[in-house]
T-cell receptor, first 111, second 113 residues
């Protein structure tokens, strides 16, 4: 299995609070992604990174920010969590033109 | 933009039988890659099979095979000799070059003993 770890695995937070999810890889892959999974929507891309400090927005980026200061770490931040951000969040890694490997997911509940 | 459509939200199959999951896609790229991922109840995303668009031969991995129809932009997954452990959500996905994976909405497969 690809060395990719998400933390935390589960989190419950209150509306309006900031939340940061962490993705850590040991594979030295160039690309890292954050997706959210919701019933009936499949996996939708939030943000992705193609190198240290190089990031771009995905399909559902509003309300989210990311940072990548090191190759191995990709952080997803919800500046002020809302109930619509209750979801399962997946981090993924890949090299150019290859399949992506996924973390185990983080279930985030905003109450 | 690339899009993926899975028109079957749910499917079921009898154990030991064969089932085919449908996927159509749209892309303006000439060089791209197609994937099927499996997501069991554990939530882990598992790569089942991949197909490079430039390859005419359909990919096969044990009981899993694809029917890749490039002109029709179709990429179906066939599961032979279905097993109880095949019950899962299945996602079709596409990427090209350095673009991120784009997923379909998934098909939930049930296997009936």
């Amino acid at each position: 299995d690809a060395g990719i770890t998400q933390s935390p695995r589960h989190k419950v937070t209150e509306t309006g609070t900031p939340v940061t999810l962490r993705c850590h890889q040991t594979e030295n892959h160039r690309y890292m992604y954050w997706y959210r999974q919701d019933p009936g929507h499949g996996l939708r891309l939030i943000h992705y990174s193609y190198g240290v400090k190089d990031t771009d927005k995905g399909e559902v980026s509003d309300g989210y920010s990311v940072s990548r200061s090191k190759t191995e770490d990709f952080l997803l931040t919800l500046e002020s969590a809302t109930s619509s951000q209750t979801s399962v969040y997946f981090c993924a890694i890949s090299e150019l033109s290859t399949e992506a490997f996924f973390g185990q997911g983080t279930r985030l509940t905003v109450v | 933009a690339q899009t993926v459509t899975q028109s079957q939200p749910e499917m079921s199959v009898q154990e030991a039988e064969t089932v085919t999951l449908s996927c159509t896609y749209d892309t303006s790229e000439s060089d791209y890659y197609l994937f099927w991922y499996k997501q069991p109840p554990s939530r882990q995303m598992i790569l089942v099979i991949r197909q490079e668009a430039y390859k005419q031969q359909n990919a096969t991995e044990n009981r899993f095979s694809v029917n890749f129809q490039k002109a029709a932009k179709s990429f179906s997954l066939k599961i032979s000799d279905s097993q109880l452990g095949d019950a899962a959500m299945y996602f079709c996905a596409i990427n090209s070059g350095n673009t991120p994976l784009v997923f379909g909405k998934g098909t939930r497969l049930s296997v009936i003993a």
